[in-house]
Each structure stands twice: as structure tokens, then as C-alpha cells.
């Protein structure tokens, strides 16, 4: 398969050329501070560079909840990791049909918001804010900081990271819930 070929196909499936470094993964997993979890959600899985990640890294008896809406990244990351993890086809809008309110410690959302209409990003926000523990922690990488804006809306912004080894550069947002 030619790289023209492979990156368009990528861009249909997903909305981005190239996987997530394993510099900017590593980055993301460390600012959510994954090691006293009993929950984490990763929205927007993507083919499951953070999702693998993730499984390596977690504690045994953290659950790993999987959202992701796109139906073939869906069954790749079941083939790969639906042992390890629950995975869900569901938009990030919907997650409190499958979440009980403030149930969740962690939220790594890798879902490109830059991409997605104003209202949308409203939704996913105020869906993710909702599932959060009252001390949760919620981390989102973009590529510019386009976004900032909504998620202070909905969370106390404690830093953003910026990390340089990935293709494109990216700013990670470390938040906590208001």
C-alpha cells in the first residue's frame, strides 16, 4: 500500500494522518496520573495507540472503558484489546448512556475537537464533565490551542503541556472537574 494511499485512508477512518507518538502517549498517560484509578475512559480510541498504553501501564484492578464511534477502528480495537478492556461504539456525547453519573477518575480524550461542530464539542464536554468523580481529572491533547476556551467552560484548566515529539506538535490540556 503507498503512503498516499495509507494516509488518506487513515484521514477517512480516524481525522488524522499519523498515530499518536509513543512520546506524546506517554506524555498524555502521565499527566492523567492513572495509578491510584479505580476508573478510567479513553474517548475517541482511534486505532489504540493510548488504549494500549493504557493496559500496560494501569493498575490490575483499574477498569478501562473504551468509547469510540468509528466502526472499523471499533473492530480492530476489539480484536486487539477487548480482552483487556470494555470497549463501546457510541459517540462521546452519549456516554451517560452507558456511565453512571460521577463515576469516573480519569478521562483521556484524544477526539480531535478542532473537527467537531461547536455544539458537539458542547455535548462531549458537558457529557464528560457529568460522568466525573468530584475530584476526576480530565486530559485532552489538540494540536492548537482552538479549544481551550470550552474546556475551561467546564473544568479547571491546572496546566498544558506541550509535547514536540509528535507529528503534528501537541498541547495537552490537564484539567480537573469545577
Request: aromatic share 14%; hydrophobic share 45%.
Amino acid at each position: 500500500m503507498n503512503f498516499i494511499f495509507w494516509t488518506r485512508k487513515f484521514w477517512s477512518d480516524i481525522g488524522y494522518w499519523l498515530g499518536s507518538s509513543r512520546f506524546l502517549v506517554a506524555r498524555v498517560v502521565s499527566l492523567a496520573d492513572i495509578e491510584s484509578a479505580n476508573t478510567i475512559v479513553e474517548l475517541g480510541a482511534g486505532y489504540g495507540p493510548v488504549t494500549d498504553y493504557l493496559i500496560r501501564h494501569k493498575s490490575p484492578n483499574t477498569k478501562l472503558i473504551v468509547i469510540e464511534n468509528n466502526a472499523k477502528c471499533i473492530i480492530e480495537l476489539r480484536r486487539k484489546y477487548g480482552q483487556y478492556c470494555d470497549i463501546h461504539e457510541i459517540s462521546a456525547a452519549h456516554i451517560g448512556q452507558i456511565l453512571p453519573l460521577g463515576s469516573v477518575d480519569i478521562i483521556i480524550s484524544t477526539l480531535p475537537l478542532g473537527s467537531i461542530s461547536p455544539e458537539w464539542v458542547d455535548h462531549i464536554l458537558r457529557a464528560t464533565e457529568v460522568s466525573l468523580r468530584t475530584w476526576g481529572r480530565f486530559i485532552q491533547y489538540q494540536y492548537a490551542l482552538q479549544n481551550l476556551r470550552d474546556v475551561r467552560r467546564y473544568f479547571d484548566v491546572t496546566h498544558i503541556a506541550f509535547e514536540l515529539r509528535n507529528f503534528w506538535p501537541a498541547f495537552i490540556y490537564q484539567a480537573n472537574k469545577k
